[in-house]
């Protein structure tokens, strides 16, 4: 844990590949694939989002919608190290899940969470567990190396369904000069911790194997949202939405 938390500070990320046992990832695994079969036609507007094909990119908050992963976002090692890690009680966000399908998967543009989530001291983190192996040959999660200590950065539209904000070009030109780009090699059941403030993001998936992420966030619970900025993103999301015809 010790470690974890000194390479979490060091670099706004870690990689643990210890955390579940191999039951607990083939429960979820199964979870997550009835719940696409069977519940996600109940998601509408930016709780979904589709690729070309129609098949399913990204689901967010699915939480609200399936009790069982809000009870595995709440089990005690994930509270216990999330508190390691945020120097504070951590308050359960959301869960979501970034299913980028073989071949057709989209790319998430490079963004900060803490853009989109609004935390007004940015402490604020997300667990991202791996349910394939990923890797850069299909479209695996890349972080720039250290990219939390930069703040918050300034953010434009993407237009990207399921990442709709990315880094302004002169600011990622900036981070792209000073830290180092990583993508983590993972198996089912490997987790990247992220801090909120993290530069990071993923290309298209264009290979023959799918890259499936499940992803529990987790705030500072000392902490409220501003709400100026989460309605200013709010509204440029809307935006996008309605362009796509999502709303
Ligand atoms: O899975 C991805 O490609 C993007 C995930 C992401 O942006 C996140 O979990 O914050």
Same mark, same amino acid.
């Given at each position: 844990?010790?470690?974890?938390?000194?390479?979490?500070?060091?670099?706004?990320?870690?990689?643990?590949?210890?955390?579940?046992? @191999?039951?607990? +990832? #083939? &429960? $979820?695994? !199964?979870? %997550?694939?009835?719940?696409?079969?069977?519940?996600? /036609?109940?998601?509408?507007?930016?709780?979904?989002?589709?690729?070309?094909?129609?098949?399913?990119?990204?689901?967010?908050?699915?939480?609200?919608?399936?009790?069982?992963?809000?009870?595995?976002?709440? @089990?005690?090692? +994930? #509270? &216990? $190290?999330? !508190?390691? %890690?945020?120097?504070?009680?951590?308050?359960?966000? /959301?869960?979501?899940?970034?299913?980028?399908?073989?071949?057709?998967?989209?790319?998430?543009?490079?963004?900060?969470?803490?853009?989109?989530?609004?935390?007004?001291?940015?402490?604020?983190?997300?667990?991202?567990?791996?349910?394939?192996?990923?890797? !850069?040959?299909?479209?695996?999660?890349?972080?720039?190396?250290?990219?939390?200590?930069?703040?918050?950065?300034?953010?434009?539209?993407?237009?990207?369904?399921?990442?709709?904000?990315?880094?302004?070009?002169?600011?990622?030109?900036?981070?792209?000069?000073?830290?180092?780009?990583?993508?983590?090699?993972?198996?089912?059941?490997?987790?990247?911790?992220?801090?909120?403030?993290?530069?990071?993001?993923?290309?298209?998936?264009?290979?023959?194997?799918?890259?499936?992420?499940?992803?529990?966030?987790?705030?500072?619970?000392?902490?409220?949202?501003?709400?100026?900025?989460?309605?200013?993103?709010?509204?440029?999301?809307?935006?996008?939405?309605?362009?796509?015809?999502?709303?």
């Amino acid at each position: 844990m010790k470690n974890l938390k000194f390479e979490y500070d060091k670099n706004g990320f870690c990689v643990s590949r210890s955390l579940f046992t @191999k039951n607990e +990832i #083939l &429960n $979820l695994d !199964k979870k %997550l694939k009835d719940f696409l079969k069977l519940k996600s /036609k109940n998601l509408k507007g930016r709780d979904i989002n589709r690729t070309s094909n129609n098949s399913i990119n990204t689901l967010h908050d699915i939480d609200k919608y399936e009790n069982y992963f809000s009870k595995f976002a709440e @089990k005690k090692k +994930i #509270l &216990n $190290l999330s !508190k390691l %890690l945020l120097n504070s009680e951590p308050e359960f966000r /959301k869960c979501e899940m970034f299913a980028k399908p073989a071949k057709v998967g989209l790319k998430s543009p490079m963004h900060q969470d803490n853009f989109l989530w609004a935390v007004k001291n940015s402490n604020g983190l997300t667990f991202w567990v791996a349910l394939d192996k990923c890797d !850069k040959t299909n479209g695996g999660l890349s972080y720039y190396n250290g990219s939390h200590k930069y703040g918050l950065l300034e953010h434009e539209s993407s237009f990207a369904p399921g990442t709709s904000q990315k880094i302004k070009k002169n600011f990622l030109n900036k981070i792209k000069k000073n830290c180092k780009l990583v993508t983590p090699k993972l198996n089912p059941g490997d987790v990247l911790i992220h801090h909120c403030l993290m530069v990071h993001g993923s290309n298209e998936n264009k290979s023959k194997r799918s890259r499936r992420g499940f992803t529990i966030q987790f705030k500072d619970k000392r902490s409220d949202y501003n709400k100026k900025l989460l309605k200013n993103y709010e509204k440029k999301l809307k935006l996008q939405m309605k362009l796509r015809k999502q709303i």
